[in-house]
């Protein structure tokens, strides 16, 4: 019964970053003309872009944006199963440190999927090719990098007490690409995708 708490409290301390890492797929519906990419076109001497028109100056900073409100709407409303787990607010977080907490665990989240899809255009791989289990890792990796170097926003002790634990740390590295997986293959069987991956 704990280890379920301690899973699904990881992802519920990690939900800004996913939330970003959804984010990018809608706002490119919303407001498509924004398409301007990080990397403005650029081509390296490889001739292959640096990143990529995937990769757009929108995903990334509305994607921060709503991964902030995330966390601030998680620390405004605790929910009782993770009361504890609300960004140190009932501790005496300030609203606008929850926020940037956030924002900059979107942010580097997002910063994580761009860095890999530098190394994917390096390897050939066009825009939108998969490479398991870098597409689902990517993320976490600057998720976990933004909480670990953003502690000083929230309370002394709070980062370290619930991010470095062996159950949130095994939960987001293994656990991200492992539901990724079963949650495609779902989606494959029910004809919502038509790719099992
Ligand atoms: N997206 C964006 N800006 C970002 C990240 C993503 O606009 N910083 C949008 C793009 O429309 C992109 C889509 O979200 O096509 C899906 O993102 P992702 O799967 O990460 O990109 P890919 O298109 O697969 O490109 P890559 O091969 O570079 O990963
Ligand atoms: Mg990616």
């Known amino acids: 019964m704990a280890v379920w708490l301690d899973i699904l409290g990881a992802l519920w301390l990690f939900l800004p970053a996913f939330v970003a890492n959804m984010s990018p797929v809608f706002t490119a519906k919303l407001i498509p003309k924004w398409g301007t990419p990080i990397d403005f076109g650029a081509v390296h001497t490889d001739g292959h872009r640096v990143l990529g028109d995937g990769k757009t100056w929108r995903g990334l900073l509305l994607g921060g944006t709503v991964a902030g409100i995330t966390a601030l709407l998680q620390g405004m409303f605790p929910v009782p ?6 960004y140190g607010r009932s501790l ?6 929850i926020f940037l907490f956030g924002f900059m ?23 939108g090719a998969p490479w398991f289990p870098f597409d689902q890792l990517d993320f976490v990796a600057g998720g976990l990098l933004a909480a670990f170097a953003f502690y000083p926003l929230l309370p002394t002790g709070w980062v370290m007490d619930h991010y470095a634990t062996a159950w949130t740390l095994a939960t987001l590295i293994i656990g991200t690409p492992v539901l990724h997986l079963v949650v ?14």
């Open 92 to 97: 005496g977080a300030p609203l606008w440190g």
């Open 105 to 127: 665990m979107g942010g580097l989240a997002l910063t994580g999927d761009a860095v890999e899809s530098f190394v994917k255009r390096r390897l050939d791989k066009e825009r």
């Open 81 to 86: 199963l993770f009361d504890t787990l609300d």
């Open 184 to 197: 495609n293959r779902i989606g494959y069987w029910l004809r919502l995708k038509e790719v099992p991956w």
